[in-house]
């Protein structure tokens, strides 16, 4: 596999997650289990202000192998993926992130068309990772013209769990869940920006003409807060940067 499909598979992790935005409690540090079709990853994050790290600590999943790295140091303007186990690591721009994702999706789906939001309801989700939520069910639909004319259409449910007491992470934090649908408007749309607190487990079933795709899964097991240390946000010495992969 390039270095090219090992970057789009792991910043393209899945659409299930949504983006985190908002103000963070300072010094902030969670481990998640992610499930896809394609195998189960676990992950530790840490986020500081405009710090932000995430590690797959152990992966069945081909498209996110064991310790490679997510790093940014200014909320997400310079991105650094780090592959620990090769000594090397790519530096790349926000812009060039999205458009590595941007190129994903219009390989694959064609014309996309207008994305309609439906809230299905709201209550009370128990305690996940110690902390009391509240449950969100949304449905999302979104048409998709092919190349041949014909019209498909995706219907993507979820369930999104946040925790009440807890504000939602910097923009930053996306970087591990962040999708793109193939523009601004509909990753915007997705972002589901109007539901407070922080994502704490997410799940999404996705249908394509009615026929079932596929499910994906992402749920907070612990959290904690405290001071990080500075070396958490360093890229290791003498690790090789990489050339940014071409199209």
Do not use: C
């Not at 592959?83 to 219009?106: A, H």
């Not at 504000?167 to 523009?183: I, R, V």
Request: charged fraction near 25%; charge should be neutral.
């Amino acid at each position: 596999m390039t270095t090219s499909m090992r970057v789009s598979r792991l910043v393209f992790a899945t659409v299930l997650v949504a983006a985190f935005a908002g103000t963070a409690p300072k010094g902030t540090v969670f481990t998640t289990v992610m499930n896809k079709p394609s195998g189960t990853a676990e992950l530790k994050t840490w986020v500081d202000g405009p710090n932000f790290k995430t590690e797959v600590t152990k992966s069945s999943d081909p498209g996110m192998p064991e310790g490679t790295e997510l790093l940014t140091r200014d909320g997400g303007v310079t991105l650094n993926i780090i592959f620990n186990p090769k000594q090397q690591y790519l530096s790349l721009s926000r812009e060039q992130f999205n458009g590595m994702l941007k190129r994903k999706v219009e390989s694959h789906d064609g014309t996309i068309g207008k994305l309609t939001v439906t809230k299905l309801g709201e209550e009370d989700g128990g305690k996940i990772a110690g902390f009391a939520t509240r449950h969100y069910r949304v449905n999302l639909l979104l048409p998709v013209a092919t190349a041949e004319g014909a019209t498909r259409e995706y219907s993507i449910d979820e369930e999104l769990w946040t925790a009440v007491r807890l504000p939602k992470l910097p923009e930053s934090t996306d970087l591990m869940f962040h999708q793109s649908l193939g523009s601004d408007e509909l990753d915007k749309a997705v972002e589901l920006e109007d539901i407070p607190g922080f994502r704490l487990k997410r799940v999404v079933w996705i249908k394509l003409d009615g026929v079932f795709l596929g499910e994906s899964n992402i749920e907070v097991k612990t959290l904690t807060q405290g001071a990080i240390p500075a070396s958490e946000w360093q890229i290791p010495p003498g690790f090789t940067k990489k050339e940014i992969p071409h199209p």
